[in-house]
């Protein structure tokens, strides 16, 4: 049986320094290596740190490693998975105050939004519970990337470090 791997792209925006190390463990945990960040001061956010990382693995990996960062007070981060020729891809990300976003991504990155979410969103504009647009911003993500945008922008220029694993 031929295993697809993919890869993609973790990126802490910002962590307290206490954390980082709890960071780095969990990733490891997930990808069955020893994760080592290069963490560089987040200069948004005074006492935090930020670190990108690449990873290969198995498809599900960016939903694994969002699992186990999840719910972690005072961290930020990103992550991303390629499409596969079996696979859609994917984006998380996360914040304390609004918790996971999760979109399935096309070949370009594109957000692909399903059918029935878009549906609901219909449903319940014309029930005047929320406007359209509104709900059109939340299935795209919009109120995670305005409340990243400053992060990732602060970052700017940060290496990355690359993870080759054999899979």
């Known amino acids: 049986m031929t295993r697809t791997a993919t890869r993609g792209v973790l ?3 910002s962590a307290p320094s206490a954390l980082c190390p709890h960071v780095e463990w969990a990733a490891g945990g997930v990808l069955a290596v020893p994760v080592n960040l ?3 001061p987040q200069p948004a956010q005074q006492g935090t740190y930020r670190a990108e990382y690449s990873w290969a693995g198995d498809p599900g990996t960016a939903a694994a490693i969002t699992s186990a960062l999840r719910g972690w007070n005072h961290l930020r981060f990103e992550i991303t998975e390629e499409p596969t020729s079996a696979t859609e891809g994917a984006r ?3 914040t304390p105050d609004l918790g996971v976003f999760h ?3 096309g070949i370009h990155g594109d957000i692909m939004i399903p059918e029935d979410r878009l549906k609901a ?3 319940k504009a014309a029930l005047g ?3 359209l647009p509104i709900e059109v911003d ?3 993500g919009k109120p995670w990337d305005d409340e990243l945008e400053t992060f990732r922008h602060a970052g700017d220029g940060a290496p990355v470090r690359w993870l080759h694993q054999v899979v």
Do not use: C, I
């Open 11 to 13: 990126y802490v925006h």
């Open 38 to 40: 290069e963490w560089t």
């Open 92 to 94: 998380y990300s996360y």
């Open 103 to 105: 979109a399935v991504t």
């Open 121 to 123: 969103a219909v449903v």
């Open 129 to 131: 519970d929320a406007s």
């Open 138 to 140: 939340r299935l795209l």
